[in-house]
């Protein structure tokens, strides 16, 4: 799988924090399948005719392409390689900041505290 950082398509480890779905049908049955944490996928189909659909889950932020891959065993070669590119959709700002107390707080004495940012955007804040 492929990110879009503004110049194309380029192989990029933030991948990683962004959830892609495959789901694969022949019309009668259905299977769902997910990149490893490489975002390498591997899926074994049948002889027959299969539609491959993707989805990134939980955000509207991204966007992949293409939606569906048609595929075709054995008329198609195989292995088949299907790369997919992730792009953003739009610019969207969304940080998320977490302040986690690491001991209780006592008047009048120092505490820890544990401070967790997430950039849950899809550009860099």
């Known amino acids: 799988m492929l990110l879009d950082i503004g110049s194309g398509c380029v192989t990029n480890s933030n991948l990683s924090t962004i ?6 049908t022949d019309g009668i049955s259905t299977d769902v399948f997910y990149p490893d ?3 390498q996928y591997s899926y074994t189909l049948p002889e027959g005719a299969h539609i491959l ?8 932020h991204w966007m992949i392409n293409p939606q569906s891959t048609s595929l075709n065993f054995p008329t198609q070669a195989s292995p088949f390689t299907q790369d997919f590119c992730v792009t953003a959709n739009g610019t969207i700002e969304d940080l998320e ?3 986690v107390p690491i001991e209780q707080a006592r008047p009048g004495f120092d505490t820890d505290y544990k401070v ?3 950039n849950k955007g899809n550009v860099t804040s």
């Open 97 to 99: 900041v977490i302040v």
């Open 19 to 24: 959830d892609v779905k495959f789901t694969v």
């Open 53 to 60: 659909n993707t989805e990134v889950i939980g955000t509207n």
């Open 37 to 39: 944490s490489s975002n």
């Open 116 to 118: 967790v940012v997430k």
